[in-house]
């Protein structure tokens, strides 16, 4: 993992909010993830392909869904990185209402996803 890969990705606030969603989550679906960012369904997936595309993330398929989640192979660095950004946006806009959205979505897409 370069730097720079990682300092591209978290440029842009989709991006971060997608990462900063999936810290400390086994995966997650696009479609929890459309729901928490309140985001048409293509651009969190051209973002999740940016994400994909610097290894950040992997992906896996299982039927109509696409699951998503940190690379398990991501330098403790990385992690780390992404951990710190996750708590210093506890309480501030727009994190705190994804997460908010995000166990709602979660709760509906053990209906939907299943």
Not at 17 to 43: F, S
């Amino acid at each position: 993992m370069l730097l720079e890969n990682l300092t591209k990705a978290l440029a842009d606030q989709t991006r971060l909010r997608i990462l900063l969603l999936l810290v400390g989550k086994e995966e997650l679906c696009v479609c929890e993830l459309t729901q928490a960012l309140q985001l048409a369904q293509p651009k969190i997936s051209r973002h999740l392909a940016v994400l994909r595309e610097t290894g950040l993330l992997l992906d896996r398929k299982t039927g109509l869904w696409v699951y998503y989640r940190l690379h398990p192979e991501l330098p403790c660095w990385v992690l780390d990185s992404l951990d710190s950004l996750r708590l210093g946006s506890e309480g501030t806009q727009p994190y705190q209402e994804d997460r908010q959205r995000l166990t709602t979505a979660i709760r509906q897409s053990e209906i939907c996803c299943a």
